[in-house]
């Protein structure tokens, strides 16, 4: 037989199998479950590879998992009988493994309260959220992180270990906490898109998985009722705004491509709509978050003409951002913005107020703002700019910053 | 660091300016509050609208609004962050309400709890 094994099956089927096994088992057995379905794939692979795909892998995967679950239940079982305790007792519990859609679903958002805990650091909170929620490999983490699996692997272990002795559970938070609790999840999944928006990783089939896996994860909390919530829908919004960019912002040599200087028609005008039915959605009621100002902004961006109403409404969001969550990135796009608006000159006055001075992107705000006014000040802050910056991408830019500078004075 | 809070006074309510004006200012007044906000040095602030404003006398008399009989009004308040007093005061130099002739603003530190 050769028929063609559906992209991401393994991927997707094992977060699937994963989280289900871990809402089976409980918390303190993450490892058990990640190992039950790493094995349930071997026997794939095994099989498969010589006998032929199976009409229907996902039933075939399904069956497997639900054999090996109940073996190694009843290997512990035995062992509990002679005095061991390994899983709690708990009435609600099925001895058969769930798999159907609807315990897949929600398993898999339980299990994303769970992981995105406050008693664990939020780089964990992401790791975990990739190997279980993402079903990505250690190694595919490390890239994206730019770490190695030694260093991965152990955060996930501290991880696990925590949520074990903590007995977090593997349910929707409260009616009471589900808001604050819901505040650790989103924080979560805008870092988790960040990491792949911003990310260094050669991989840029990789930077956009994991955009797509946060944007699937948030809009898996938009399907729940409880959790369709205002901020919710806005951070949506704005997933959808900037990675309707994907297509125009790298060139052919995967070199960055500034916004200014983008090709508008390569950019993904059906993403654009659902932002704006999401930022639509995100507007009943009159909760004001971060992610609605944040989409907000993101929205005007999405129309390239430079208008004077355009920057007037992104220099007011990012007035009230500021206010309600205050971060340097904000505080120096909201400093551009003022020189769109009002002026350059005024901008300049208000970003030597901000003294981020061990940020390179400070300088490269000045030097942006000098250009036309003062050449050589301009330089001075590009040049500042390259020595504190960090990143190849950044460095390039800065770098094509200084060279016109110098063509125009020449 | 300490907290300030900004009173804004207008010398009399009743000179009310343009519409036009009144956008001018409230624009201005944004981009100042979000000027300190770049700087992570807001805390919080309101403005305070003259409807529905009463004034309460020693006789428990009520007022509308406190016009007329009270020359200076408050338009709004808002609370900084600042390493100093004159730091505060910086902030409170650029405060548009100081472009009408007569307005001021009153810098005062709050006491720490």
């Known amino acids: ?410 | 660091m300490e907290e300030y809070v900004l009173v804004m006074r207008n010398e009399d309510g009743k000179k009310l300016a343009s519409p036009e004006q009144m956008q001018i200012w409230m624009k201005q007044t944004m981009d100042w509050i979000g000027g300190i906000a770049a700087q992570n040095k807001f805390v919080s602030g309101t403005g305070l609208p003259f409807d529905d404003a009463r004034v309460v006398h020693s006789n428990n008399i009520v007022t509308n609004g406190p016009f007329g009989d009270i020359k200076e009004t408050i338009g709004g308040f808002i609370t900084v962050r600042a390493e100093s007093v004159d730091e505060a005061v910086e902030f409170a130099k650029g405060c548009p309400v100081l472009q009408g002739e007569g307005n001021s603003v009153e810098v005062r530190r709050v006491a720490s709890r």
């Open chain 1, 1 to 410: 037989m050769h028929q063609e094994v559906i992209p991401h099956l393994f991927r997707t089927e094992f977060r699937k199998i994963t989280t289900v096994l871990c809402k089976h088992f409980g918390i303190g057995h993450i490892e058990t479950a990640e190992d039950i379905a790493s094995d349930t794939f071997l026997a794939a692979l095994n099989t498969w590879t010589y006998k032929g795909i199976p009409e229907n892998p996902t039933a075939w995967l399904y069956t497997v998992a639900k054999h090996k679950a109940a073996n190694y239940r009843n290997r512990t079982k035995s062992f509990q009988e002679k005095g061991g305790s390994l899983f709690p007792a708990d009435p609600s519990y099925q001895p058969d493994l769930d798999l159907s859609a609807e315990n897949i679903q929600d398993s898999q958002l339980q299990m994303l309260f769970a992981i995105c805990h406050p008693s664990i650091p939020v780089e964990s909170q992401i790791g975990l959220a990739l190997r279980i929620l993402c079903g990505f490999g250690i190694d595919e983490i490390a890239n994206a992180f730019l770490s190695n699996k030694e260093t991965i692997n152990k955060r996930l272990f501290r991880a696990k270990e925590k949520l074990r002795l903590e007995q977090v559970r593997i349910e929707l938070p409260s009616e009471t906490d589900i808001e604050k609790r819901l505040q650790t999840v989103l924080t979560t999944l805008y870092l988790l898109f960040n990491e792949g928006y911003y990310s260094e990783s050669q991989s840029s089939v990789l930077r956009e998985d994991l955009c797509h896996e946060a944007m699937r994860l948030t809009q898996l909390l938009t399907e729940n009722k409880r959790t369709d919530l205002p901020p919710v829908n806005a951070l949506l919004a704005l997933m959808c705004f900037h990675s309707s960019r994907f297509p125009a912002r790298k060139n052919a040599q995967g070199e960055m491509i500034l916004y200014q200087d983008q090709d508008e028609t390569q950019w993904d005008y059906s993403l654009i709509a659902k932002g704006a039915y999401y930022l639509q959605q995100a507007s009943r009621g009159d909760t004001l978050s971060p992610y609605h100002l944040e989409a907000s902004i993101a929205y005007w961006h999405t129309l390239k003409a430079d208008t004077t109403e355009k920057w007037e409404s992104i220099l007011q969001l990012y007035n009230k951002l500021l206010q309600l969550a205050y971060s340097p990135i904000a505080a120096l796009n909201r400093t551009y913005a003022l020189s769109k608006a009002n002026s350059k000159e005024e901008a300049i006055r208000e970003a030597e107020k901000l003294q981020l001075t061990g940020n390179p992107y400070y300088f490269s705000l000045l030097g942006e703002l000098y250009k036309d006014i003062d050449p050589h000040k301009a330089r001075h802050n590009f040049e500042q700019a390259l020595a504190l910056a960090k990143t190849q991408t950044d460095k390039q830019l800065i770098a094509q910053n200084l060279l016109k500078l110098n063509a125009n004075c020449s």
